[in-house]
């Protein structure tokens, strides 16, 4: 019987012991989520490579298999200030700090040890998708007349894969409906302490996520990050900011970003340390304007981006 695309249901919860099913719930652990592409499977094979008086392919042995998922999550606060969003389990797998101040915001910071793990469920109409062990990468997709999405990519340990009923009683309340980027809710936007008139703007966490079977072991595991992002604005006056000289010193500043205007539905991004890279100008149906690659560096450490969702 055909299986309908549309018929899927992503669930997610933090693992108390990376690698043990925390059994999502429909009614609490829900994700509303849109782009969902799991690969099950995904297989490394070694040739045999064997020596036979003939022409011919001596087949392979598989060596290792790990599964996948990509997603998309709109980026929309909470509803109130200083809870903890519905997607939060996510930013934490991908390597964020949750840091609650009671009534006021909640910040995500990345951490180099000690990350959280998710249990993912994937009901693609009655057929479950088990991942466990998952630890991911996200991106952050932020351009003007458009809705604000976080991409995830996640690996986990290879999926158990069983004819399960799609559960009912999903709960998708914790999520609020994003916000269009425009002038009226996107009113800060800060590159070096300028205020620009931005059009596109991504970052990338860039977590290098390795999964490692061995010997004894088997983990995913981050190795490193390497932020980066991309920037789009209108090109103005040098006296502005002479943004050509930034780039040829190598300056490190600061970028803002400031989404929402109601508490309970704001997204703050602050970066301390930001480098800016390989601009150029060009067309915006006749509106100059100039794009720019981001380096995004660390402070102290572990600071080189704090989301915070107020």
């Known amino acids: 019987m055909a299986k309908l695309m549309r018929n899927m249901l992503l669930l997610a919860k933090t693992e108390t012991t990376p690698g043990t099913d925390s059994v999502p719930t429909a009614a609490l652990n829900s994700i509303l989520a849109r782009g969902i592409a799991p690969t099950p499977v995904n297989a490394e ?14 087949g392979q042995v598989q060596v290792q298999s790990y599964s996948t998922i990509e997603f998309e999550v709109e980026l929309a606060g909470s509803g109130a200030a200083g809870t903890a969003p519905k997607y939060g389990p996510l930013l934490r797998a991908c390597g964020f700090s949750e840091t609650i101040t009671a009534s006021t915001k909640v910040d995500y910071a990345p951490i180099t040890s000690n990350q959280s793990t998710v249990t993912i469920y994937v009901f693609l109409d009655g057929v479950r998708h088990t991942m466990v062990n998952c630890k991911g990468n996200v991106s952050f997709a932020l351009s003007a007349r458009n809705i604000p999405v976080m991409r995830y990519t996640f690996t986990g340990f290879v999926a158990t894969v069983t004819d399960t009923a799609n559960p009912t009683g999903s709960d998708f309340t914790g999520f609020r409906a994003p916000l269009a980027i425009n ?120 600071d080189e981006i704090v989301i915070s969702v107020r």
């Open 45 to 58: 094979f070694a040739d045999r490579n064997l020596i036979q008086p003939y022409f011919g392919f001596t």
């Open 183 to 302: 002038k009226a809710n996107t009113p800060t936007f800060s590159l070096h302490s300028t205020a620009i008139k931005t059009t596109e703007f991504s970052i990338d966490m860039g977590n290098q996520v390795d999964y490692r079977n061995y010997i004894g072991s088997e983990d995913v595991t981050f190795t490193d990050r390497r932020p980066s992002g991309s920037v789009t604005f209108e090109y103005d006056a040098i006296s502005v900011r002479d943004w050509w000289t930034i780039v040829r010193n190598g300056t490190l500043n600061s970028l803002q970003m400031i989404h929402g205007t109601t508490a309970g539905n704001i997204i703050q991004i602050d970066a301390p340390k930001v480098q800016i890279t390989n601009p150029s100008l060009n067309d915006d149906n006749g509106i100059a304007m100039l794009s720019c690659d981001l380096s995004i560096q660390p402070n102290v450490g572990n």
